[in-house]
């Protein structure tokens, strides 16, 4: 069935993008076939180094991260290649490119990931990935999509997502609230999914997460039947992100209770956590090498729970965090 004409397709004024140390440890690339394109943004990007890891998106305020994103435009030592980035349906010629994004996914665990990989690119009408304008190697550099969890309910990656999810989370209260959503709740929420390279410009997040969300609301009036139709009908969208934690957090109490406690990788992340109805930590189990950046830190995971009709203060806010001069 045709999809809607894309509505965010304005060209974005280029800026550089740092390319960190934690970046280059943590960024895969990977190659991709095309697909139908969404739209055109350009950017330029910069291979240079920062002091921080993420891109410096921990322990501060927000307007004290853009702050400090938008500042890095001076500590290039290096020259700039202008990229121009483009958003695509997700296709089957994808499926290297997302399966390599979400490798780490769920750790260090054995799970059916090339099956998650396919409920991603079979669902064309929700979902995007984004790869650069004539890129030769057509790396893949994001994908974002949204999943009905009742009706995957019965595909193997779903039951080990469900299982895993249910195992480490250690919260009374948080586990019944969990069991329900995953369970008698499950028809009205979406799994969010959105990976990416951490070197993406930050800049494409508010257009990123405005197409996804658009779609889902699309879907709701342009899926052939009913059954579709309801199965975009969010409630409730769960998130299962991963961030850093700082290792002395749980025994000093005042760090625990201060943002430096919390690095997020995405930040996009941060808001998410802010609007949640209820969230969980736990430690991820990962093989990933270790920066000198994060030697005080653990890797966790962080699932949260957000209702959709917060969703469009996270726009808000996320076209605020990340705005554009």
Known sequence: MPRRPRRHTQQLKARPLTFSRFSRSIAQMASTSKSNKKSYPSFAVSKSSTHHPGNGFAGRTLEEKTKQSESSDEEFEEGVVQADFSFFDPKPGDFHGVKNLLQTYMGD???DLSGFVDLIL????????????????????AVVTALNLSRYREQKCIVELKDFLLKVCKEKGTSYQLKLILGEQAHGVGLLVSQRVVNLPLQLLPHLY????DEVSWATEDEPTEELRNSFKFTHYIIYSKIYKHKNAEQNRKLNNDDDAIIYIKPEDELFHKLSSWFFCFPLQT?????????NCRSMGLVMAVEADKIPTFRQEL???ISEP
């Open 109 to 111: 665990k054995q799970w």
């Open 122 to 141: 079979e669902q064309t009408t929700v979902g995007t990935v984004v790869k650069v304008e004539d890129d030769e190697d057509e790396g893949l550099f």
């Open 287 to 295: 093989s990933q090498p270790e920066t000198r950046e994060l030697k």
């Open 319 to 321: 076209r605020s965090l």
């Open 210 to 213: 405005d197409a996804l969300f």
